[in-house]
């Protein structure tokens, strides 16, 4: 007689309490201490001296990938490099370091977002084995003296649901509102000219862009009363011109990120195509959505 094991691998989610969305206080507290866990400066014109912009955008892009892989929670990957922006500010780090760091930040990230945090282990196959679990051990401890044990960072994701709560959109729309605000905040994570960004502002822009990017705003007018822009910087007490320089420029990166893309799926179809005849299995296999291997910068 055949047995069959009916136990489902359940990953347990946090539900939105609206007791704390529909409190003006909780959306106050989360302004008045958002600063509190910025990067105080630019790290790379005084601290960093073996760290370029670039190396940070490799390996936060790999860090994306790896928590997409992992299906880890949206929290998880702008918490990460909140982590990874304030150590670069206060410790000079070597290049050859920063790939283990960004798996150190994704490790404690997932500790304070996940029921299934994730292991040691796991994070170090992610990096092609280029560094070992009691390695990444020992700088977490280095990392969380840094960062002086204050781990429940302000992230742009607390405060999509304040957000798109306060605006007059339509039920049916605010799933996908939901996923194309989170896309536009982890490309902000991964480009450094967000990294001293106010979370609320990020957050802010990225539901504009959003919502033109949809084009909800444009399909009735009148149930905005003031323009989309302006009823958002009231929800945050942003400028109005800050908040449109900020949307702006989140829609460039999404425009440059795309052409990005597009550019790298062209090469590497000439590269399928190529007069060797080489096939996938011949390609780099940083280039497989699930990206093992070693940045090596």
Known sequence: MELL???????IRARPDPNLLCDDR???SLLTIEERFLPQYSYFKGVQKDIQPFMRRMVATW?????EEQKCEEEVFPLAMNYLDRFLAVVPTKKCN?????AVCMFLASKLKETRPLTAEKLCIYTDNSIRPQELLEWELVVLGKLKWNLAAVTPNDFIEHIVRRLPLPEDKLALIRKHVQTFIALCATDFRFAMYPPSMIATGSVG???CGLQLDS?????WGDSLTDLLAKITNTEVDVLKECQEQIERVLV?????????????QQTQRGPSGKGLDELDQSSTPTDVRDVNL
């Open 5 to 11: 094991c009916l136990e489902m691998d359940t990953i």
């Open 26 to 28: 909780v959306l106050q």
């Open 63 to 67: 860090m994306l990938e790896v928590c």
């Open 98 to 102: 920063l790939q283990l760091l960004g």
């Open 209 to 211: 862009a959003a919502i």
């Open 219 to 223: 399909t009735d007018q009148s149930q």
């Open 256 to 268: 440059s990120s795309l052409r990005e893309g597009r550019q790298q799926q062209q090469q590497q």
